[in-house]
């Protein structure tokens, strides 16, 4: 039985493992190779992309989906989280896919679960699935991970995506660029102007201001945002020819990313998503010893 808590655990060569088996799934393989298999998805906290990817990797691997409904549940009753996977464990389904606003939730679970556990983003720690899609896009762009300088661009601070990312990236070799407004700076990691590294960087990610992490609002206004650290046409045009943009979604449009820029040629933001399909089914792949 494997969990995936976090990316930070494991290996290169695992990570490695999980990108390559999202690559031969993508290209048709391996459907069907859950078959049966009973999962759990307890979305604690909003989520569109995540939710249904998982949704539809479960689908393809032939299992069958338990999609828990937080706001018509025994939550509502006063029933504690722990409590309430404890039930799903005792149904007796195979894996649990968890999201949840409480950073390391898992601490709770593990030892007393017997059954893998998928985090599906937890408060502003990890997000282990988000980060194996933007590897594997960056993969399957670029053919490597070392010497690549990405720019990664907003609510460092607050984003479970960046953390994951940062960390893994630099791991596997890349240069990370950290830039964003002040008030949501990671003390943690050094900041660059972003107009000045546009021209150097091979990728450009994106991400959303976190408001509902957040207790006061943005200190500046939307359209100030857009002029500082917004990705512009303007900016575009000033990207290497062979650089990409990434954002995980939901994004923004015309305040971290301007309306004409999310599908351009550069724009890999639904290719990302696409990907997510893949890698949720290698990692489930992955929990049943696949
Ligand atoms: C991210 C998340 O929920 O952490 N979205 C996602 O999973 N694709 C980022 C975000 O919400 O901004």
């Known amino acids: ?56 990797a479960e689908e393809k691997l032939g299992c069958k989906v338990i999609s828990f409904n937080a706001a018509a549940s025994s939550l509502q009753k006063g029933e504690s989280f722990y409590d309430t996977v404890k039930t799903f464990e005792s149904f007796g389904i195979d894996a649990v896919v968890i999201r ?31 980060s ?7 993969y399957q762009e670029f053919g490597k991970f ?18 994951t990312n940062i960390e893994v990236m630099e791991r596997l070799g890349m240069k990370c660029y950290i830039s964003g407004p002040e008030e949501y700076r990671d003390e943690q990691y050094e900041y660059v102007n972003f107009d000045q590294a546009i021209e150097e960087m091979d990728i450009i990610m994106l991400l959303r201001v976190q408001h509902e ?3 006061q609002e943005m200190s500046i206004s939307k359209e100030e945002y857009h002029k500082l650290y917004g990705l512009t046409m303007e900016r575009v045009h000033r990207m290497k020819e062979h650089a990409i943009i990434m954002h995980p979604a939901p994004f923004n449009r015309n305040v971290e990313i301007a309306d004409d820029v999310v599908e351009c040629d550069k724009s890999r933001i639904f290719k990302q998503i696409h990907n997510g399909v893949y890698v949720r089914m290698a990692v489930i792949r992955r929990a049943f010893g696949g």
């Open 100 to 130: 949840s606003r409480q950073d390391e939730y898992y601490k709770d679970l593990v030892g007393k679960i017997q059954i893998p556990i998928l985090n599906a983003g937890d408060g502003v720690k990890d997000h282990p699935t988000q």
């Open 146 to 163: 070392e010497g690549l300088k990405i720019a990664i661009v907003g609510d460092i601070k607050y984003s479970r995506v960046a953390h």
């Open 1 to 56: 039985m494997k969990h995936l808590l976090q990316l930070s655990t494991l290996t290169k060569e695992e990570i490695m493992n999980i990108l390559q088996d999202a690559i031969r799934l993508e290209q048709g393989e391996g459907l069907d190779s859950a078959k049966g298999k009973i999962v759990a998805n307890l979305f604690f906290e909003p989520s569109t992309r995540t939710q249904y990817s998982f949704q539809v």
């Open 213 to 215: 992490r957040h207790e």
């Open 132 to 138: 194996l899609l933007d590897l594997m896009t960056i």
